[in-house]
């Protein structure tokens, strides 16, 4: 089966530089692993430092280009905005967020923790002010930026045990709008994607474990899980010339698993 990405020239991204945070792993991964094999300039951010280290040579090695690995938590303001400094000091310019980063377990709202519910905050929806903030002056400087909210179709529905998720999810598709209002002035577009179930990831593996994955699939139109290429082919769409009077929308990529009844997961 051809690759999504197929369809875009090989240096479909050459000249832009990328900042993806949680871009050690799963979707994140997926999308630095596109962005550099189309030409990027790609940094990658993780809280981990064994993590980030391992994935920025893997991803060196994958496409042939030089990837940044830098330790950072999204959810420490001033360790993002030394992560931003760092970037710029390495390729020069910065023009495009990708705000990746992300925690999530399954919980029932009446035994999930006050702490528990705020972590999945900090991470998810502080942590996405947080590093755009960071990168505002970078993304002006640039005349051509991007925000890239990774969010989720949670919040669509009433989606159980996901309470923490989905109000998360909720509040970064409002900083996706919030930010195109205010920052289309200085050239930055904002825009998000809501990728459904994707196979191959950590988060279904804790979401849908064993025979929970092929009964998820059954309220999938598509009759499928999602693959990571085909999230990472949306947001080389996004940040290419053809989405450039795009901005304040987040793209459903979900085979039509949101709009199906019953919901499955």
Known sequence: MP?????FRSDALAGHVALITGGGTGICRGIAHAFAKL??????????AEVIAKTAEELSHETGRSVLGLVGDVRDAEAMARVTAEVIAKFGK?????NGAAG???APAAALSPNGFKTVI???LI???NSSRAVFEALRTSGNGLVLNISATLHYHGTPLQIHASAAKAGVDAITRNLAVEWGQFGIRSCGIAPGPIGDTEGMKRLAPGDAAERAKKGIPAGRFG?????AAAAVFLRS?????????????????????PSIL
């Open 3 to 7: 690759s999504p990405l197929d369809v």
């Open 39 to 48: 030409g990027a300039d790609v940094a990658i951010v993780s809280r981990k």
């Open 94 to 98: 910065l023009d495009t967020l990708v």
């Open 104 to 106: 999530n377990f399954l």
């Open 122 to 124: 900090e991470i998810d």
């Open 127 to 129: 942590g996405t002010f």
């Open 227 to 231: 693959t990571i290429e085909e999230i």
């Open 241 to 261: 010339p053809a989405a450039m009077y795009i901005t304040g929308h987040v793209l459903v990529v979900d085979g039509g698993h949101c709009i199906a009844l």
